[in-house]
């Protein structure tokens, strides 16, 4: 389709330039040109520009394709990094320990005279996640706010 869109541009283009170096009016039109002239001109012109259009989509398309593999290129030379350093053994991250003392030492106070081994410590929620004890303490300082009635 698209190809038999450019031959039919490119033969029109061609035989419009062939009949003006042949000292032929060309595509021009008078006011005597007949219906099938007038149309005949409108058809060429309309065949011209949806054979552009047809044109610059299939180059957008084509850009878009050169895009994709590189993309696909890229991703693929990202894993083939990454597969080395999955397959090495997991690595514990630094952690301060201060936080860490901070947290044995509150245990302690609480838990007196018991014996006691902390064997983990995480995060109780994530950012995004609910968290109850920060809703009891926003409700606790709401509760002790007074506001007028008018």
């Known amino acids: 389709m698209i190809s038999l869109a450019f031959g039919m541009t490119l033969a029109a283009v061609e035989a419009a330039g062939a009949a003006i170096q042949a000292g032929g009016r060309g595509p021009a039109l008078t006011p005597g040109s ?3 002239e007038v149309f005949g001109f409108l058809g060429l012109g309309l065949l011209i520009v949806l054979a552009t259009l047809v044109g ?3 180059l957008c398309a084509l850009i878009g394709v050169v895009f994709k593999r590189s993309e696909a290129v890229a991703k693929a030379k990202a894993a ?3 597969a080395p350093a999955a397959d090495a053994p997991p690595v514990a991250p630094q ?3 201060a936080p860490l003392v901070a947290i044995a030492a509150a245990v302690a106070v609480m838990l007196e005279n018991h014996q ?3 064997t983990r ?3 109780a929620h994530g ?4 968290n109850p004890w ?3 303490g926003r409700r606790q300082i709401f509760a002790g706010h007074v506001y007028a009635h008018h």
């Open 127 to 130: 950012l995004d996640d609910h």
């Open 116 to 118: 006691y081994r902390i």
């Open 95 to 97: 952690v301060d320990d």
């Open 56 to 58: 610059l989509a299939v």
């Open 121 to 123: 410590i995480a995060p």
């Open 80 to 82: 083939a990094k990454a």
């Open 134 to 136: 920060a809703e009891e």
């Open 34 to 36: 007949s219906w099938g």
